[in-house]
């Protein structure tokens, strides 16, 4: 944390103490989540297909989920049937893919960045049994082509998470994620357990209270003709976490701890009047 600026005025060298403003910068490390996909209807996807009808025809979409954590899957080839219940839906919390019989993609509905500068994507999925290594994540911004993160090769029972932090967003007013596999084989599929954007949030801090004097002295150093010194003490150091920096004018110092005295300068009279 920074006291930004202190203004004080020093007449015919007399000492003077005065209440200041101090400025203090303001935390980002919080986030808020600004979109989390809604895993909690169960059957929500795509209905079990053991034949042609469902699915129809490619290309084609579902809905899922309730906005703005909403959702759709589709595909452009249409997947295979081969006589057993092969799904793509949600069950028990999860958007689970099973003997699917193809080309799936689940894509989120349009997040809303046009007031974010950036942006943190996390997704936790699971292989349950896909025999493929094609499984991808891609994020989009307003419109453009896919950005894509290929997973590569997983066995049975292995994370499939993907995570882009501090994405640049300050040029987008939109954002869609996503991800694509295709699979095909009984009891063979990946397990989605989350897919969530956040974005960081500013927090407000205390700022430090503190007395600023102008002093002919610097601990024990006289000030020479038309010098002077400012003494500031910082006696509440708010929201920092650590040290204080302290500047007056091109002068800066650190006080451990916070909390304590600091002296900076020494400094010019000009015309009898000192201004810092």
């Not at 009984?186 to 500013?202: E, K, L, Q, R, W």
């Not at 920096?245 to 800066?252: E, R």
Request: hydrophobic letters at 35%.
């Amino acid at each position: 944390m920074k006291i930004s600026k202190i203004n004080f005025r020093v007449i015919n060298s007399r000492f003077l103490t005065i209440g200041l403003v101090a400025f203090c910068t303001f935390s980002s490390l919080a986030q808020t989540t600004i979109y989390s996909a809604d895993f909690s209807t169960d059957n929500d996807g795509f209905p079990n297909h053991s034949d042609a009808s469902p699915p129809t025809p490619g290309p084609t979409s579902v809905s899922g989920g309730i906005a703005p954590n909403d959702w759709t899957l589709s595909y452009v080839s249409t997947p295979g049937t081969d006589g057993t219940a092969n799904s793509f839906k949600v069950v028990s919390g999860a958007l689970v893919s099973d003997d699917w019989g193809g080309q799936g993609i689940f894509q989120s509905s349009a997040i809303d960045v046009s007031t974010l500068n950036m942006v943190t994507i996390n997704a936790l999925s699971e292989n349950v049994g896909a025999n493929d290594d094609d499984f991808i994540y891609f994020y989009i911004l307003d419109g453009n082509p896919r950005v894509e993160t290929i997973i590569g090769i997983t066995n049975s029972g292995d994370p499939v998470n993907y995570s882009i932090v501090d994405l640049d967003v300050s040029e987008a007013s939109s954002l869609i994620v996503g991800f694509e596999f295709s699979e095909n084989g009984g009891n063979m599929g990946y397990s989605t357990s989350s897919y969530i954007v956040t974005a960081p949030v500013a927090s407000p801090c205390t700022p430090p209270q503190f007395r600023a004097t102008a002093t002919c002295v610097d601990v024990t150093t006289d000030a020479v003709f038309d010098e002077y010194y400012v003494s500031v003490e910082v006696t509440d150091k708010g929201s920092a976490t650590g040290d204080v920096s302290v500047s007056v004018g091109s002068f800066t110092g650190s006080i451990t701890g916070g909390v304590g005295t600091i002296v900076l300068g020494p400094f010019t009279f000009i015309d009898g009047l000192g201004h810092q």
